[in-house]
């Protein structure tokens, strides 16, 4: 079947630090991998997306590339923000059209200042 | 423009009561969906429309019926809900196009059953 693992958090880090939330995956044929963030009280908004190996997506300093050898899609960020702070959900869809998105568990997030 | 709009926020029933769940878009999508998110989980999916016909059900249980009137609008009609069922429900629309396609998620509705 089709899943996602990311890391266990919750992560905190100082303003600044550099942050990498890891996230493999396991699926059948070939993903569209998404990284979606949930800021406190609020629904998803994507973050990012890849649809094909060694793709990079990337969006407001995050980037996560596709990796098809190691099955993963990290997501990094060079210089993170309190306003950063949020949980991130690593996903993934396979299929044409309209088909459910498997999510990892999510990734609380928190940045002091 | 990208957003899916969903009322209302905030919703607090009794667990004989009735109450419907709205969700709209504008961008021309073809697809919709219902997610629901409990505190501290990811969202789980609950229905596809794709065309305004039902794709996917998720085995919900009947007491949630979702309805389609047009391609714009997607409605989540509530009767005889437990106290479980209080969570976050997700509306998200897609382009029905490919597999590369992106689901839009609105706000959500904050749903308490008492």
């Known amino acids: 079947g089709n899943s996602v693992t990311q890391m266990e958090g919750p992560v905190t880090l100082s303003e600044e630090a550099f942050l990498t939330i890891n996230c493999t995956y396991t699926?059948?044929?070939?993903?569209?991998l998404f990284w979606y963030v949930q800021y406190p009280g609020e629904g998803l908004q994507l973050l990012l997306k890849a649809t094909k190996a060694d793709d990079k997506g990337s969006n407001k300093g995050f980037e996560a590339t596709y990796r098809k050898e190691t099955t993963s899609f990290h997501l990094e960020k060079g210089s993170v923000q309190v306003s950063d702070s949020a949980v991130y959900f690593c996903a993934l869809k396979v299929g044409q059209g309209a088909q459910k998105l498997v999510f990892g568990q999510g990734t609380r997030l928190t940045i002091n200042p | 423009d990208t957003e899916v709009t969903q009322t209302p926020k905030h919703l607090v029933m009794g667990m004989t009561n009735k109450k419907s769940l709205k969700c709209e878009q504008h961008?021309?999508?073809?697809?919709m969906y219902w997610y629901k998110q409990k505190a501290k989980k990811p969202p789980e999916l609950m229905f596809v429309y794709s065309y305004e016909k039902l794709s996917i059900n998720e085995s919900v249980p009947s007491r949630f019926s979702p309805e389609c009137p047009n391609s714009s609008l997607l409605n989540l009609h509530l009767h005889a809900l437990q106290p479980e069922d209080s969570a976050l429900y997700l509306c998200?629309?897609?382009?029905?196009?490919?597999?590369?396609?992106?689901?839009?998620f609105g706000p959500g509705t904050r749903l308490l059953v008492l």
């Open positions: 998200a629309s897609s382009q029905f196009r490919d597999r590369f396609e992106t689901q839009y």
């Open positions: 699926a059948t044929g070939y993903p569209s």
């Open positions: 961008m021309g999508h073809r697809a």
